[in-house]
């Protein structure tokens, strides 16, 4: 138990180096089984691993958050809420957020769960299983979308862009983040910010701005149904 929590640990901090490592040591079923673990968390493994979310991301999330615009009572979906910690900072702005959340993990539900049942209990904060691929929700919905360190994992990068335009009011924002070496790590396709960007554009989204210090990247996405309109008609 010891020598495998030691694993996430390394290969949540640094991908590339601990895949380096174990591969030396023939440890490839190890790094598939984490990344899948990472994409998915399940079982003690994924227990461990969204517990560890919730204190690793704080920082990231906090940055995200300082770099947004937060009007009082916006009504906020965040995909991939992992541990929670996320959900908790917003709600930490009291502001009178109507927060949903949406993982695919059920660790994860259970462990943000935990973290937020007060405001669960109180109906500020709405989480859900699902796929970010088909979100259960209706159209133009939400004011402020968070995708914080999850857009790396997802199978169908388009289609979920796609589904999250969709679900968004018009003139609202995405916030992207994440960390600039998984990107790296993750990544073979839309890895770079102008692959990013132009993937975005050609979905609708009108505006994307891009913000990094020497760990992060963030991109602040503008939904405008009027820039779409506009597409359509060309």
Not at 47 to 70: G, H, M, P
Not at 129 to 140: I, K, T
Not at 197 to 223: A, C, D, M, P
């Amino acid at each position: 138990l010891f020598l495998l929590a030691f694993s996430i640990i390394k290969f949540e901090f640094k991908p590339s180096i601990f895949q380096t490592l174990f591969s030396k040591m023939g440890g490839n079923m190890l790094i598939q089984y984490l990344i899948k673990q990472s994409r998915n968390p399940s079982g003690f493994v994924g227990r461990v691993i969204t517990n560890i979310w919730s204190s690793y991301f704080k920082e990231l999330s906090l940055w995200a958050i300082k770099q947004t615009t937060i009007p009082n009572n916006s009504r906020i979906l965040e995909v991939g809420y992992g541990g929670g910690s996320t959900i908790k900072n917003l709600l930490a702005l009291d502001k009178n957020l109507d927060i949903h959340g949406i993982d695919i993990s059920k660790e994860s539900y259970q462990t943000a769960k935990r973290m937020l049942l007060k405001s669960i209990e109180n109906d500020s904060v709405q989480l859900m299983v699902g796929n970010v691929e088909n979100l259960p929700y209706q159209n133009h919905y939400f004011d402020l979308v968070f995708a914080i360190q999850t857009h790396i994992f997802w199978k169908e990068l388009k289609q979920s862009f796609q589904e999250i335009y969709r679900v968004m009011s018009n003139h609202s924002t995405l916030i992207i983040a994440s960390e600039k070496e998984k990107i790296k790590y993750h990544m073979t396709d839309y890895g770079t910010s102008s692959e990013l960007s132009q993937l975005l554009t050609s979905i609708g989204f009108s505006k994307i701005e891009e913000r990094q210090n020497h760990k992060w990247v963030l991109y602040i996405v503008t939904k405008s149904e009027k820039n779409k309109s506009q597409m359509a008609t060309k």
